[in-house]
């Protein structure tokens, strides 16, 4: 290379580190007006784009949706800028009256800062803009925050028997040696409520990072099972073999450095944890397991640790009783409301349910009179607290307003246990069976079955359904005693899971089976007084 090149490219050197940025600072001062509109221009942009941003972010957190750290700090910054360029729009209407000043010279220092600060905001809003273009702005948020349970800390204060069996339980989870335990006792006693109860407390106390639970039921769908686990640990099973479908539910579980709580409520005899995909016998130190059950022999077969749940002591009775029938024990009611209280025996399912159907009477002799008909329906032979629940919940049925509740309720029984009951479905059978009178279409229909299930779950006799919108449940034990009711007299409904039975009087059949072969589906010709035949 020549000397002169060498001296060229010295001198060019210099330039560019000592002049250009001489001139940049001049070119602050000089332009300081065109470098402020153009911020002004450009901040106009950035409001539509961050407009379009907050549009999309709206619509995520409608569908319960998570906003990215990266879109919230977007946000953040946005804003941030947009002040900035107020301020700078604010000074450059002071600096305007400055320089105009015909007696005062132009504040030259006012201007070159506004051009300076003009300048350099305009290259942090094009960085802006050319970040804001999100494909998505939220994730799917985590499942977990709202709680199992329903009733009140003064309610579950006043369940001292309970409350001990809450305690014994947590306790056992903290255990490492215990990896299976079992709630149990008769239906409705209570065992689902006081396990969504330990449920909640786990996760107040942050023993466990996950908790999911699911209904097995006295006919148990092992695959529904698994995904109603898998839909709370936010996994997806897609595979169609029992055996990889449990491998995947085991890997999720066993898979993570994380504590997990597992609770399969409602079981009715034995079930193979380990072809549900549920580590057994401790093969995961991480993972616990609660069952609830109406059968402590199958629980016990099962390896695990019993917890009895049993009625409620005359104290508690009474404290749930009057909590639902929001009755005080000064009240002019509480002597009578107590000896109602009573007849419930301690059974947690038929006070709430008893309670409630009282909870709007506001005379004596309305409750003189209940009581009088629960000691005469009692008939005096009972052969156990089973029969009891039967009683009281065939009790609450038989006062309900009208046959059309009634009607409506017995429809529901048709379904599978522990399912759901879309309203519209229930709807449409009660249309087509004429089980009301004065309904002309189905628009008529479908208020009437509105107001009817308002009053069946302001009984407790129906239940809301928390997984599916429109739609309700039947408690289990409530279920079982409208089929009692349905199986006798007029109705005759026949629920089955392997065959349709030998008697030709039904007038509604209900096949619940997954079995596909119905050889023995019926033909109005054998079953006459058939109205439904539910698959």
Known sequence: MAIQDIALSIVGKIVEKCV??????????????????????????????????????????????????????????????????????????????????????PNLKSCYLLGRRAAKRKSALEKLLGEGNFDKVGSIAP???????????????????????????????K?????????????GVGKTTLVKQIADQVKFEKLFDEVTMATVSQSPDMRNVQDQLAEQLRLKI?????????ERLYTRLTGHDKRILVILDDIWKEVDLKSLGIPVKGECKSLKVILTSRSSDACRDMGAEIFEVNVLPKEEAWHLFKEVAEISDDSALSGVAKQVAEECKGLPLAIVVVAKALKSNHTPESWDRALRQLRKDRMGNLRGVQD??????????????????????????????????????LVRNVKGLQLFQDIENLRDARDKVDLLVDELKN????????EEEDSVKLHDV??????SIASKNEHEFLVSNSGVGEKNSYTAISLISQDSNHDLLPFCKEYPRLRLLRL
């Open 175 to 187: 255990q490492e040696k215990t990896s299976l335990m079992a709630i149990c006792g008769m239906g």
């Open 478 to 483: 409530v279920r079982d005693v409208c089929l």
């Open 20 to 105: 250009d940025p001489i001139l940049r600072q001049f070119q602050y001062l000089i332009f300081y007006k065109s470098n402020v509109q153009t911020l002004s221009d450009d901040i106009k942009i950035l409001e539509l784009k961050e407009v379009e941003v907050q549009q999309l972010v709206r619509q995520a957190k409608d569908n319960a949706e998570e906003i990215k750290p990266t879109v919230v700090d977007w946000l953040k910054r946005v804003e941030d800028v947009k002040k900035d360029a107020h301020t700078i729009s604010e000074a450059m209407e002071t600096a305007k009256v400055n320089c105009l000043n015909i007696v005062r010279l």
């Open 388 to 425: 009891l629940v039967f009683l009281r919940i065939e009790w609450s049925y038989n006062h309900l307003g009208t046959a059309e509740a009634k009607h409506l309720l017995l429809l529901c029984s048709l379904f599978p246990e522990d399912s759901s009951i879309p309203i519209e479905c």
């Open 238 to 246: 897609t595979e169609q073999t029992d055996r990889v479908r449990a």
């Open 459 to 466: 009984t407790y006799l129906l239940l809301n359904d928390a």
């Open 143 to 173: 499942l977990g925050k709202m709680g199992f349970s329903e009733s009140t800390p003064s309610l579950e204060e006043g369940l001292v028997s309970r409350m001990s069996t809450k305690k014994e339980v947590m306790e056992a989870l």
